[in-house]
């Protein structure tokens, strides 16, 4: 008897509209994409917030770094929060979203580089971060990483899955445009890839 073969889990692909205009998007969002990235809060609410009134089943990526005190206005407009790297922050989503009745899906962010210009926590205080973040009440989902631009991702992807058996998620945020091949192939669930879809930025 044949065995059955693992179900194979296709990424969903975050298309990372930073910096471009809502009219270069549009074309997109008409297709019936509905994941999109931005990296900026303010950024965000002013392009997304009438879309997403008009269209609910949009779901809005926050990819970039979250300073607290703009904690208050992500929760309200993101969907998932890709970057959550430190107890304040933690805190303070978790504090928001009792405030405004809301849950928003969150990846924590890993620095597997341990590069001083990134955010992330090290790898070796993921655990207890984790648990941190879940006696919160918070919704983490996965975890998420960006490696160090001049290397080869592999390494650092094959890593990111060791450590998601760590705290037992589903998700796991890695892969862009220029390597989002090598991520599929260790069972990334979210791609965030900006150029590929909608060009080089100026």
Request: charged share 30%; aromatic share 8%; with cysteine.
């Amino acid at each position: 008897m044949l065995e059955l073969e693992e179900k194979i889990r296709i990424p969903k692909i975050i298309a990372v509209s930073k910096t471009f205009k809502i009219d270069h998007i549009l074309p997109l969002i008409q297709y019936g994409h509905l994941d999109f990235g931005e990296n900026k809060v303010q950024e965000a609410i002013e392009k997304w917030t009438d879309i997403k009134l008009k269209n609910k089943k949009i779901k809005l990526h926050l990819i970039g770094k979250l300073q607290t005190n703009k904690v208050k206005f992500a929760v309200k407009i993101f969907d998932y929060i890709h970057s959550m790297d430190n107890e304040k922050l933690a805190k303070k989503i978790a504090e928001e979203q009792v405030k405004q009745n809301v849950k928003p899906k969150i990846f924590i962010q890993i620095n597997l580089g341990n590069e001083s210009q990134k955010s992330g926590i090290i790898k070796e205080n993921l655990l207890d971060f984790y648990k941190f973040s879940k006696d919160l009440g918070l919704n983490i989902i996965g975890i998420m990483c960006i490696p160090p631009f001049n290397e080869d991702s592999t390494k650092f992807f094959s890593k990111m899955s060791e450590l998601q058996k760590i705290t037992n998620t589903e998700e796991l945020s890695m892969g862009m445009s220029s390597d989002y091949l090598r991520a599929v192939e260790y069972k990334s669930t979210y791609l965030r890839i900006g150029s590929n879809i909608f060009g080089q930025r100026s």
